[in-house]
T-cell receptor
Framework: DTEVTQTPKHLVMGMTNKKSLKCEQH?????MYWYKQKAKKPPELMFV???????INESVPSRFSPECPNSSLLNLHLHALQPEDSALYLC????????????FGPGTRLLVL | GNSVTQMEGPVTLSEEAFLTINCTYT??????LFWYVQYPGEGLQLLLK?????DKGSNKGFEATYRKETTSFHLEKGSVQVSDSAVYFC?????????????????FGQGTILTVHP
């Protein structure tokens, strides 16, 4: 099974709201990733977790705050977002950073009003 | 640094036509190569992959061969269906190095929109 699940599927939030995106995998993968994808563009890497520790932050604004509570879960906490943050947010996992294929979830489509 | 150049789209074909989407790459060492597909309103799905030179990845009638001499990984399908309409991304995974500047990061091409008409 190569399934990565994400909730919610859709999210609408105001610029003063706080919300969280959730991602889960049960493949025993030790690397998990957050990507942002704008329409008609490839995904852009935001964060990488390796063995539940943040290993890469691609200069993402602090209004995005990742969290990895355990090896199966990855959260992305959102606060004071801007309309330009509206996008599809994708989670992915792999055996390890640089090891194995990255498997993607279905994404959360976020609209910031 | 690593880069992937993908055939510009959109590509429009009739059902049962032959498909080729070109992909070339620049990378040090021997990266792994991937094709991902994104259907409308969905996330990315792995379509196929190849991890070393001359490997052929295949899935659902799609094929791509890792050509080190031409640094290419072109996607082909002999007979496309309407259900193949999607965006196709070529990607490479760099080789982690001891200096820590590469961790196997995925580098994507710009994506090719494929539309297949009945």
């Amino acid at each position: 099974d190569t399934e990565v699940t994400q909730t919610p599927k859709h999210l609408v939030m105001g610029m003063t709201n706080k919300k969280s995106l959730k991602c889960e995998q049960h493949m025993g993968h030790r690397a998990m990733y957050w990507y942002k994808q704008k329409a008609k563009k490839p995904p852009e890497l935001m964060f990488v977790y390796s063995y539940e520790k943040l290993s890469i932050n691609e200069s993402v604004p602090s209004r995005f705050s990742p969290e990895c509570p355990n090896s199966s879960l990855l959260n992305l906490h959102l606060h004071a977002l801007q309309p330009e943050d509206s996008a599809l947010y994708l989670c992915a996992s792999s055996r390890g950073t640089g090891l194995g294929t990255q498997y993607f979830g279905p994404g959360t489509r976020l609209l910031v009003l | 640094g690593n880069s992937v150049t993908q055939m510009e789209g959109p590509v429009t074909l009739s059902e049962e036509a032959f498909l080729t989407i070109n992909c070339t790459y620049t990378a040090t060492g021997y990266p792994s190569l991937f094709w991902y597909v994104q259907y409308p309103g969905e996330g990315l799905q792995l379509l196929l992959k190849a991890t070393k030179a001359d490997d052929k990845g295949s899935n659902k009638g799609f094929e791509a061969t890792y050509r080190k001499e031409t640094t290419s990984f072109h996607l082909e399908k002999g007979s496309v269906q309407v259900s193949d309409s999607a965006v196709y991304f070529c990607a490479l995974s760099g080789i982690p190095n001891a200096g820590g500047t590469s961790y196997g990061k995925l580098t994507f091409g710009q994506g090719t929109i494929l539309t297949v008409h009945p």
